[in-house]
């Protein structure tokens, strides 16, 4: 029997061992999504994250909520280093330091790079984050300009289409093939340093025009059970 005066230990709250469980599958499933992409198995990520199945499926009923969830937090947080962008005394080094931020993740997390490839097609709550994270990184490259560091006859829809193509070539996983991304970013970013040296193909794309253009409805597909064999680089 516990001592006179002595107070037996409180029962752990469910919410809180529940909380506990969430960010452990989100933390998982961040690792394993990053190295197998949306293929990844909801037993893989369960495994990882040392939970039952039934766990992972009472925080996420499907592999699309749990991933949804991962590109939320992602927005989350390149909504906040696009807004450190847009006060940055120096509006070039701003660009360039988002631009590379972003490319890292890219390399990082499979995920994200078809996420921003158009291969997973998001909810409509992840469609507001992205719009928003868009309509940030238009302010980034206007002030650039203004400053006259950005040519002047681009726009966002150019930068997030650089960044697509990147998204696509992200799935090499040799060292050389990630040093071929990084050379490619680094070519990109000297295309776009103003004045420029090439005159371009009509006015920039509006971010209706660019979605119409290269993310049709029908381009995201659905996801497929298991694991996914991917190209390795060369």
């Known amino acids: 029997m516990a001592a006179t005066?002595?107070?037996?230990a409180a029962p752990r709250p469910k919410r809180a061992r529940a909380e506990q469980n969430r960010e452990k599958?989100?933390?998982?499933a961040y690792s394993v999504l990053a190295e197998m992409g949306v293929d990844a198995q909801m037993t893989n990520i369960a495994e990882a994250a040392e939970v039952g199945v039934a766990t992972l499926y009472r925080n996420f009923a499907t592999k699309e909520d749990l991933i949804n969830a991962l590109l939320l937090?992602?927005?989350d947080r390149a909504i906040?280093?696009?807004e450190e962008a847009v006060t940055d005394e120096d509006p070039w080094q701003a660009l360039v330091r988002f631009f590379q931020w972003v490319t890292t993740l890219q390399l990082e997390n499979r995920a994200?790079?078809?996420?921003?490839?158009g291969r997973i097609g998001g909810t409509k709550e992840l469609a507001k984050h992205r719009k928003r994270f868009y309509e940030i990184l238009t302010e980034v490259t206007e002030r650039a300009q203004k400053e006259g560091e950005l040519r002047q006859d681009v726009n966002v829809s150019d930068l997030r289409t650089i960044l697509l193509?990147?998204?696509r070539l992200s799935s090499g996983e040799?060292?050389?093939a990630q040093r071929l991304i990084r050379r490619f970013g680094a070519l990109m970013l000297d295309g776009l340093r103003s004045p420029g040296g090439s005159s371009l193909d009509g006015p920039p794309l509006s971010i209706e025009e660019f979605d119409r253009a290269l993310f049709p409805r029908t381009q995201a597909r659905a996801f497929r059970r298991g694991r996914r064999a991917w190209p390795t680089g060369h």
């Open 5 to 8: 005066g002595e107070k037996k």
């Open 25 to 28: 599958i989100l933390q998982a």
């Open 73 to 75: 937090q992602y927005f």
């Open 80 to 82: 906040e280093v696009a």
């Open 112 to 117: 994200v790079s078809e996420f921003l490839a």
């Open 165 to 167: 193509a990147m998204a």
């Open 174 to 176: 040799s060292p050389l």
